[in-house]
């Protein structure tokens, strides 16, 4: 028994041996930053997942520049204290660049340690204004910014004819900074906002705040956080007797919120992002996505997916794995991605919009009339 | 606030506590047997929402999506639970019972993380929709609508409740416990099996968080690996708030946290942003000014 105990020591070390040599082989180290774990683990599965499928697409092609790339995954678990960790041990194992970023919050304290270490880095879904204020220059977001998004929710209201909105929020940057916007340009368009709430995530109930709104006079919700807490929302509001009209945040563009919200999800107006459904080119993708990983693609493969390529495409015309000439090449990209295009401004943010309202149909999102 | 709204907070916080109240009775039986906070008491009951969505969707096929079916998931969690307590305790607790009080709590925060980890890696993280169709008929009282699934929840609680207090005040087995609960060694001498009495503890503690589990799933509609965790912090502020140890204690602390919840975030000129201050800030004001709760009763340290 003991011998075999040995012999199986000695094979484990003998291949961890083995993988070590493979990775060393490799010339460019990629670091991919998502939450792994907690609330918002299969977002970063889906992240990591649509990111290593552009690598390992590229691998099989040669790599980039003749080397292969290699990635490395950091868990941030969607909180400011582990991003930190993570992005330490991002910059400590050396990587050439890193992609990735779900919450905004726990991005924010990273961006500095990117930024001394003069790393890139991709932000991919995170959005927050917030983050292109403290932008070092390093760094280049993927997904459209809050106020971009807020200007397209504040007219979706305008199109529907929302005169009284309540704004529910979940007191992270990322939800609190989209309520904050909406709330300052709603009221210059003519409109009233006449409800602010804020959740806690994690919570199941929310009758206190839907009693709050119900009494408060709004003809429609703007819910800013994320599907989990948006779905449950829904199903209260609509349980309460709310007629209303209900209208979400980019944050709930999951599968999930439709399969929890039920029939309580029809009619309720999004503001998604480019998901894979809503993109013609990207039904290739979408079964790939599925065959490799055994799940559909989530609301953020197809972007996160672009995003691998970016860097790559950015690496590629860089010709060598230098941080300042990758993130030179990075801000002079032109890049035509499954999600759209991808060009930046001069903070690093997209060009246009790449917002889109849609409706739930069916147990569906179909794009708003 | 005008009387509409009374009222419906009234509802609210009926609602929330009877789950509050559920959970923070199996943490207070256990603490009373074993003075244990039992921090794997919240993924319990995480585990029993999942236990139950299983078994609801497996009888669904036959028995449709009603009320049959619910209870079905109901017991069945209750009992598959159950026994998962007694095994935790079994393998986590026993062996360090007599070691110092600090060891007994890192094992009840390993076993946290053990059910936590092990649901994230069965399910990847998703959030699963626990889709009845229990309806949202219900009664009219002026603008306030209540469901019958809201009464029919509020009053299974209250039952599996009393039933608790009734098996500890009245059968043999409960006043086994309470005297486990008073000297572990003097019941042994009085020939008490302990180890059997904890077990049973565990057992019931855990069917009744299994059973709030369920029930929530079934009534917001959707289970995560995750949903424990509030659950569990906000059931042991119902504990303390009652008096910790005490059965009655768990069952007003639950209906009061509740009320408070709701009430505190309606309150003019406060957000609903400050509802979790208005909970544990009544956690650590009972804690500090009366540590034994509402019902509690002063515990002399053993040494």
């Known amino acids: 028994m003991v011998a075999s105990f040995r012999k199986l020591a000695c094979a484990t070390a003998l291949a961890s041996l083995a993988m070590t040599s493979l990775a060393a082989a490799a010339d460019i180290k990629l670091g991919i930053v998502a939450p792994m774990t907690g609330q918002l683990a299969s977002e970063g599965q889906d992240l990591e997942n649509a990111v290593k499928m552009a690598i390992d697409a590229a691998n099989a092609n040669g790599g980039v520049n003749g080397d292969k790339i290699t990635t490395v995954t950091a868990d941030d678990a969607c909180d400011p204290q582990q991003g930190v960790t993570a992005a330490s041990k991002l910059v400590s194992e050396g990587v050439t660049a890193v992609l990735g970023g779900y919450c905004s919050g726990a991005v924010l304290p990273t961006l500095k340690i990117y930024g001394d270490a003069g790393i890139p880095f991709v932000i991919i879904s995170a959005n927050s204004t917030k983050l292109v204020d403290s932008n070092p220059g390093n760094a280049f977001m993927t997904n459209s910014t809050g106020d971009m998004q807020a200007v397209t929710a504040v007219g979706l209201f305008k199109k529907n004819g929302y005169k009284k909105i309540a704004i529910i929020d979940e007191g992270d940057a990322y939800s609190s900074d989209l309520a904050k916007l909406t709330a300052e340009a709603f009221p210059k368009e003519g409109g009233e906002v006449v409800d602010k709430e804020t959740t806690t995530a994690g919570e199941q109930d929310y009758s206190a705040v839907v009693t709050k709104v119900k009494s408060s006079g709004a003809d429609a919700v703007f819910w800013t956080a994320y599907h989990a807490g948006g779905a449950l929302l829904t199903k209260q509001l609509r349980q309460a007797g709310f007629q209303g009209g209900i209208v979400l945040g980019d944050g709930n563009n999951s599968p999930e919120y439709l399969q929890i919200a039920g029939s309580a999800g029809e009619g309720v107006y999004l503001l998604s992002p480019p998901t894979v459904d809503l993109l013609s080119g990207a039904a290739d993708f979408k079964e790939k996505y599925k065959a490799a990983y055994g799940r559909d693609a989530g609301a953020y493969a197809a972007l996160s997916h672009d995003a691998g390529n970016l860097i790559l495409d950015a690496i590629g015309r860089a010709k060598s794995t230098d941080a300042k000439a990758i993130i030179e090449a990075l801000a002079a990209s032109d890049y035509k991605g499954l999600a759209g295009e991808i060009r930046f401004t001069d903070k690093h943010t997209l060009q246009t919009s790449n917002f889109r309202p849609v409706v739930a149909k069916d147990g569906k999102w179909v794009a708003a009339e | ?303």
């Open chain 2, 1 to 303: 606030m005008t009387f509409d709204l009374v009222v419906q907070q009234l509802a609210n916080g009926l609602i929330v506590g009877s789950f509050y109240a559920l959970i923070a009775l199996g943490y207070s039986m256990v603490f009373g047997v074993i003075k244990l906070l039992n921090f794997a008491h919240g993924d319990i009951y995480m585990t029993g929402a999942f236990v139950g969505l299983v078994v609801f969707s497996a009888v669904g096929v036959w028995l449709g999506n009603g009320w049959l079916a619910v209870v079905c998931a109901l017991l069945a969690s209750m009992l598959v639970v159950g026994l998962l307590g007694v095994i935790i305790e079994r393998f986590a607790y026993r062996p360090v019972r007599n070691a110092p009080r600090l060891s007994i709590l890192i094992t009840a925060l390993g076993a946290s993380m053990v059910l936590n980890g092990g649901a994230l890696a069965l399910t990847g993280g998703r959030h699963f929709a626990f889709n009845t169709d229990l309806g949202y008929s219900g009664i009219d009282i002026s603008a306030v609508h209540i469901t019958y699934t809201q009464m029919i929840l509020v009053a299974s609680a209250l039952i599996l409740m009393g039933g608790m207090q009734t098996f500890i005040s009245r059968t043999m087995y409960g006043k086994a416990m309470r005297a486990v609960s008073i000297d572990m060694g003097a019941s042994r001498l009085m020939g008490i099996d302990v180890d059997r009495v904890i077990a049973l503890t565990f057992f019931m503690g855990s069917a009744l968080a299994a059973g709030g589990g369920v029930m929530a799933g079934a009534y917001y509609g959707s289970v995560h690996f995750f949903m424990g965790f509030i659950m569990g912090l906000k059931a042991f502020t119902a504990a303390v708030i009652g008096g910790i140890g005490s059965v009655p204690g768990a069952m007003l602390g639950g209906l009061l946290l509740g009320l408070l919840e709701s009430f505190g975030s309606s309150l003019p000129f406060v957000g609903s942003e400050w509802r979790d201050v208005f909970v544990f800030g009544a956690l650590i004001l009972f804690l500090v000014f009366k540590p034994t709760g509402i019902l509690g009763r002063s515990v002399v340290e053993r040494v």
